[in-house]
């Protein structure tokens, strides 16, 4: 009960925020730490740090998201009617690492991708660097000579971002009679599901995420795409501003992960200063 009202209380957000309600719900109710009937006012702290060991196969952050997810039911229990628990969490450490394609990379997860749409659908997320709920929910009628119009779910902005000539061919043979430039395959009228899960298979068979590399990179997600898109612009030159203005970043604190990058010309300069 609690999870559902949490969910229809993120559902009347924004997009973005119920679909990551929804992913921190089926996480939290996979039977691995309690069943879906367990009286919510029973969880426990130590439940809560079980839930943690054993979410192994999830990165830190996302693990941290189903906690504050649970923190979120309970600081509302009282208001939704609900007996609330009492329980103390502390967060899991995260670091700054983030994972991009590198060189050959890309090639390589194209290329084992078994569904043209889920091709498409990488293209316009590296050129783009949108969130992969932003780019499936892009309408035709967002597309004009200026770029495309992106609706910033978590921020509510807007960016033009501008089209690759990659990205205007693959959009002209994807033009269709539906609103959406990825359409459900099922559903008329409506935008295909997010494709977190197919991508993170596909870098999984490009052995983007062989123990050796995850060890030394992190793991590749569909989030990556958004990364490499950030990383390229750095690495072209761009100011953190710019990069900011075009990941749609409510602050710059939010960009600053990406900042090491941007002292990549210094090489050049002590190689010069060396007289090498």
């Not at 997860?109 to 498409?120: G, I, P, S, Y």
């Not at 969130?131 to 499936?136: G, Y």
């Not at 902005?157 to 269709?176: E, H």
């Not at 990406?258 to 010309?265: E, F, G, K």
Request: hydrophobic share 40%.
């Amino acid at each position: 009960v609690a999870c559902a009202l949490y969910v229809k209380e993120q559902q009347r957000k924004s997009h973005s925020s119920y679909l990551n309600a929804k992913f921190n719900v089926r996480h939290i109710l996979d039977g691995k730490i309690w069943t879906s009937d367990t009286p919510f006012e029973t969880i426990s702290s130590k439940e809560l740090n079980r839930l943690q060991a054993t979410k192994a196969h999830m990165a830190n952050t996302s693990i941290n998201h189903l906690t504050t997810a649970l923190v979120t039911m309970k600081n509302r229990a009282e208001n939704w009617g609900v007996r609330g628990p009492v329980f103390n969490v502390k967060k899991l450490k995260t670091t700054p690492k983030f994972r991009y394609l590198r060189d050959g990379e890309e090639e390589l997860l194209l290329a084992v991708c078994k569904e043209q749409d889920l091709k498409d659908l990488i293209v316009m997320l590296v050129d783009t660097g949108m969130r992969i709920s932003e780019c499936v929910s892009v309408m035709w009628a967002d597309i004009n000579q200026q770029g495309i119009l992106v609706y910033r779910g978590k921020t509510g902005n807007r960016t033009v971002l501008p089209v690759t000539a990659r990205l205007k061919a693959t959009l002209g043979r994807r033009a269709n009679s539906s609103l959406y430039v990825f359409p459900h395959k099922t559903k008329p009228g409506a935008h295909r599901t997010c494709a977190s899960k197919g991508i993170r298979q596909a870098a999984n068979r490009a052995g983007l995420n062989s123990q050796e590399v995850v060890k030394k990179f992190g793991t590749f997600t569909a989030h990556s795409l958004r990364d490499t898109y950030a990383t390229r612009l750095v690495l072209a030159g761009l100011t953190l501003y710019q990069v900011q203005v075009m990941l749609g970043h409510a602050s710059p604190i939010q960009t600053q992960k990406y900042a090491h990058l941007a002292t990549s010309d210094i090489g050049a300069q002590v190689l010069q200063a060396l007289g090498t």
